[in-house]
């Protein structure tokens, strides 16, 4: 199964980049996974619109056609670990060439992005910086191959 992480903006603190390390890592004996990033626009609050728009060529630019894309909104559908694990299944089945989780930058993602998805998915109706939804999303995929696998996750 291959995996893509896309997100848009960098890691820029420590903190992050080890989390998330250390996920990849523990990932790589599930999965072939990557995670890329397509950069943020740095004028994005005086023109939140244009910043979308343009941030969203940049998401469609890495997407291949057969991609299978679950794009993290707000208004995505919420699931438990269990219903998460139960959708990355199902999405590898249903996975033309990878499964593509695709995470905005700090005003969400653009309607061109939010159109060409396949699923829409919520972590939480809770705001939280992009930086850690790349942490939870590795974390989650970690912990639903666990479960798809049967394996004990601690705690």
């Given at each position: 199964?291959?995996?893509?992480?896309?997100?848009v903006?960098k890691?820029?603190?420590?903190?992050w980049?080890?989390?998330?390390?250390?996920?990849?890592?523990?990932?790589?004996?599930?999965?072939?996974?990557?995670?890329?990033?397509?950069a943020?626009?740095?004028?994005?609050?005086?023109?939140?619109a244009l910043?979308?728009?343009?941030?969203s060529?940049?998401?469609?630019?890495?997407?291949?056609?057969?991609?299978y894309?679950a794009?993290?909104?707000?208004?995505?559908?919420?699931?438990?670990?269990?219903?998460?694990?139960?959708?990355?299944?199902?999405?590898?089945?249903q996975?033309?060439?990878?499964?593509?989780?695709?995470?905005?930058?700090?005003?969400?993602?653009?309607?061109a992005?939010?159109?060409?998805?396949d699923?829409r998915?919520?972590?939480?109706?809770?705001?939280?910086?992009?930086q850690?939804t790349?942490?939870?999303?590795?974390?989650?995929?970690?912990?639903?191959?666990?479960?798809?696998?049967?394996?004990?996750?601690?705690?």
């Amino acid at each position: 199964m291959r995996i893509l992480v896309l997100a848009v903006g960098k890691l820029k603190e420590r903190c992050w980049k080890e989390a998330c390390g250390e996920y990849v890592k523990r990932l790589s004996g599930f999965a072939a996974l990557e995670t890329a990033e397509v950069a943020d626009e740095w004028n994005a609050d005086k023109d939140v619109a244009l910043a979308l728009t343009r941030e969203s060529e940049r998401i469609m630019q890495r997407l291949r056609p057969r991609d299978y894309v679950a794009a993290l909104c707000v208004d995505g559908a919420a699931m438990s670990s269990e219903g998460f694990a139960a959708f990355v299944e199902e999405s590898v089945l249903q996975a033309r060439e990878r499964l593509v989780f695709i995470i905005g930058g700090s005003h969400g993602l653009g309607g061109a992005v939010i159109k060409r998805a396949d699923a829409r998915l919520s972590f939480s109706p809770l705001t939280f910086p992009h930086q850690l939804t790349r942490v939870i999303l590795l974390e989650q995929l970690y912990r639903a191959f666990k479960i798809i696998r049967k394996e004990p996750y601690h705690k």
